[in-house]
């Protein structure tokens, strides 16, 4: 192996100097600089990539780092890691995201392979994309995310699934929390709502990102929604809600299942969370339609068969634990067009403890209307 260093070797220190400080470079020039780089030894490549981490950030920087990249001298992640500065790599990262998806495919491979910084990565990575959800969640219109489209073509499915797809969802339910379940259900419609009207990025995420791996998303969402002290409500049930509306049969069925699974753990455990969450997904998950009144029948479809008939699965024991969990969590219902559902739909055999229930809901019902009215009146 040569690990002598040639004369020549300045000379390329120099050109790619230049080409850094260049914004565009002609095709012969960037052949110029590339017939250099690949005449380097071992030695002089080290050296080379080491002289690059040390050039100040410049307007030709990321496409000499693709071509330093496409050539294994130094890859996206040996430079990121090379920075100290937060801010210059927030500035960085900002430009991988915007226009270097070779460069951004690059990390994400490297944050689950790479061992020695898989760490730091996810941590930039995550970094990255709060700043730019948080941004988005301002102002939906400032980016277009074509990062998202690239990253599906090159990531292979265990870094697009175990990274890329699990950080995204990671990062966009931190975007906001509520310390009571109960703002869930107050403010379920308008969440909903504002994920249709608004959040327009949500959609470009579950559509593209999540398009191909849907069941796996949700899987990860329902595994960390289940947490007792879970918190990040609104864009668990908006992308639940995203991912639901353009779903395929299969996952549509994989939901289904889910739901019919989640009440049997409501039944066996008695576990008022688990019946409050599972409420919330399954309003979420038939939230289908831009039609309002075609999501509450959805909704009342599912209560009639999962609820209402859920003495057909269930034990007495458990039939009963579930509808004393369901009247204990009544004062949680606060949106007049949901508890009208639970209120007019039959729950089979009957009996005093379903009449019980559906008073009590028909009771609630019109406390909330009547508070309703008056609101309307004032």
């Not at 192996?1 to 850094?20: A, E, G, H, P, Y």
């Not at 689950?112 to 941590?123: E, Q």
Request: proline share 1%; aromatic share 8%.
């Amino acid at each position: 192996m040569n690990l002598n260093i040639d004369s020549n070797f300045s000379f390329t220190c120099r050109l790619l100097q230049k080409q850094c400080d260049t914004q565009q470079v002609g095709i012969q020039a960037a052949w110029d600089l590339v017939d250099l780089l690949k005449c380097l030894n071992a030695k002089e490549k080290l050296l080379l990539a080491k002289y690059f981490c040390r050039l100040p950030l410049n307007v030709g920087s990321f496409r000499v780092l693709r071509q330093l990249q496409d050539l294994r001298i130094l890859t996206a992640t040996e430079y990121i890691c090379s920075i100290e500065n937060e801010e210059q790599l927030q500035l960085i990262l900002i430009e991988f995201l915007e226009n270097q998806n070779a460069l951004l495919s690059n990390l994400f491979i490297s944050a689950l392979y790479d061992s020695l910084n898989t760490v730091r990565l996810n941590i930039i990575l995550e970094n990255a994309l709060r700043h730019l959800f948080s941004a988005l969640a301002e102002n939906p219109k400032i980016s277009n995310l074509n990062y998202v489209d690239s990253l599906c073509k090159s990531l292979p499915d265990d870094v697009l699934i175990n990274v890329c797809l699990q950080m995204h969802l990671n990062i966009l339910l931190e975007l906001h929390e509520v310390n009571d379940v109960s703002l869930a259900f107050k403010s379920f419609s308008a969440w909903i709502n504002e994920g249709v009207d608004e959040f327009i990025f949500i959609k470009h995420i579950t559509g593209k990102l999540l398009g191909g791996h849907q069941q796996e998303a949700l899987s990860h969402l329902f595994k960390l929604s289940t947490a007792l002290n879970f918190k990040q409500w609104k864009f668990y049930l908006i992308l639940v809600q995203s991912i639901a509306s353009s779903c395929s049969a299969e996952t549509s069925t994989f939901i289904k299942k889910y739901l019919k699974n989640r009440l049997q753990h409501v039944a066996s455990l008695g576990c008022q969370f688990s019946l409050l969450h599972l409420l919330l997904t399954a309003r979420a998950a038939a939230a289908t339609t831009m039609n309002i009144q075609k999501n509450l029948d959805n909704y009342a479809q599912w209560y009639k068969q999962n609820i209402g008939k859920m003495s057909s699965v269930l034990s007495l024991d458990h039939f009963q634990s579930v509808l004393n969990i369901l009247a204990d969590s009544i004062h949680y219902e606060l949106e007049i067009d949901y508890l009208e559902i639970h209120a007019a739909i039959a729950i089979s055999p009957g009996g005093k403890l379903v009449q019980s229930y559906k008073a009590n809901c028909k009771a609630h019902l019109s406390c909330l209307k009547a508070a309703s009215k008056q609101k309307d009146g004032k």
